[in-house]
């Protein structure tokens, strides 16, 4: 069932000791204000040099695991963030990406050691993110062995079954009203401006109300296969988003 009106959820990308500090604490204020769960992307081992944006905040992971606490949700997101595989994944908007085209045991073994990096640090991850939406049906498999089950990525309006792996779609990269389905809005704190922190500032005023949690599409929606309406939705999805991307250069 696609749910009238539409809800949505909040996903926060790139998270390591080392993003710009004054950007993501930007946001912090909406997150208590408005009482939003958000997804919380962390990499637990970053070697991207395009997130040592900050010297290293000793309070980092102090702060992940107070905000778990208060409702927010951790997401295995990647394992270095290292970009540097050229396989082709199961949703193709990057050429280069970290996991899609990773044997499979490799694969595993990097999801295994992002797993007990982030719960040495006190952290329990309950779901898995891919860094530029790069993963291949051997990910799948790989989650699915070291009994992840969960994946945030799609182009669907609904929650659905895929590979074993039950996946909540994520669409947006801003805030956007919707009619119906469940929309989630992916944020990069590090390169967030003021105009974005206002957009979902005056977006939460209106919607709040109708922002979820992981926890209750959990607890709330029954995922199966997707039906030919939803396939070809996000067939037509997949499609304009890769051209706008192509248009961007």
Not at 112 to 127: D, Q, S, T, V
Not at 169 to 189: M, N, R
């Amino acid at each position: 069932m696609i749910p009238r009106p539409a809800q949505y959820l909040l996903r926060f990308d790139d998270l390591c000791p080392t993003i710009s500090r004054t950007k993501w604490e930007s946001f912090l204020p909406l997150i208590e204000e408005f009482r939003i769960q958000p997804i919380l992307a962390v990499v637990p081992d970053n070697r991207d040099p395009s997130l040592l944006v900050s010297q290293p905040d000793t309070e980092f992971w102090e702060r992940m695991r107070a905000m778990e606490t208060a409702g927010a949700t951790i997401a295995l997101h990647g394992y270095q963030h290292t970009c540097d595989s050229r396989g082709g994944g199961l949703i193709p908007l990057h050429s280069r990406t970290e996991f899609a085209g990773v044997p499979q045991e490799l694969q595993r073994e990097w999801i295994h050691a992002g797993m007990e990096e982030l719960r040495n640090y006190g952290l329990n991850p309950k779901l898995w993110i891919a860094p530029r939406h790069g993963f291949d049906r051997n990910t799948l498999r790989a989650l699915q062995q070291e009994g992840i089950g969960y994946l945030s990525d799609g182009f669907a309006r609904i929650p659905f079954k895929r590979g074993g792996i039950t996946w909540i779609p994520q669409q947006l990269w801003e805030p956007v009203y919707k009619s119906k389905g469940l929309w989630t809005t992916c944020i990069h704190s590090n390169f967030a401006g003021k105009v974005l922190v206002e957009k979902l500032r005056v977006f939460l005023q209106t919607y709040a109300s109708q922002f979820t949690s992981f926890e209750r599409v959990q607890a709330e929606y029954r995922p199966a296969a997707l039906g030919l309406t939803e396939r070809l939705y996000e067939s037509v999805s997949t499609w304009r988003i890769q051209l706008a991307r192509s248009l961007r250069g």
